[in-house]
């Protein structure tokens, strides 16, 4: 993941609201909250990808996530939360992520999610269709 990120670079982005149950002892966003915020935007993806595929047989596992933690964000709020995609495998999509406030990226990770057969729970090769709709979020 690059170092000089803009939430401009991201095709897809969606917005989640701060809680002051999200806070620490040291008054800020818990590190923990960071993980279901990029939750959120995978699944902007998720949903996206399930109206374009061909088969519906299929759903999404997190394989991998990366953090950086940037600077720290105050309760109460809005954030920002980017997502595109980088790498297309045979099964596999790594995406990069950032959490915006105010135009400053205050966290970026990096996730790998493997699409599986819901009924074998084995990885699963994306039909055409979604190949075709991930070029949209690269």
């Known amino acids: 993941m690059h170092d000089d990120l803009s939430p401009a670079d991201f095709p897809l ?18 590190n923990a909250v960071f993980a279901t915020l990029f939750e959120t935007g995978r699944v902007e993806i998720i ?5 374009h595929a061909e088969v519906s047989d299929r759903e999404f596992v997190l394989a991998r996530i990366t953090i950086d933690y940037l600077q720290e964000v105050h ?4 954030v920002t939360i ?7 495998g045979t099964s596999s999509l790594t995406v990069e992520q950032v959490i915006v406030v105010d135009e400053t990226v205050c966290a970026r990770a990096e996730s790998v999610m493997v699409q599986i057969r819901t009924s074998t729970r084995r990885s699963e090769p994306f039909d055409d269709a979604a190949r075709g709709f991930f070029d949209t979020l690269s």
């Open 13 to 30: 982005t969606t917005t989640d609201k701060l809680r002051y149950s999200d806070t620490d002892r040291q008054g800020h966003i818990n």
């Open 47 to 51: 949903s996206q990808i399930e109206r």
């Open 75 to 78: 309760w109460p709020g809005t």
């Open 82 to 88: 980017g997502s595109r995609i980088s790498r297309v």
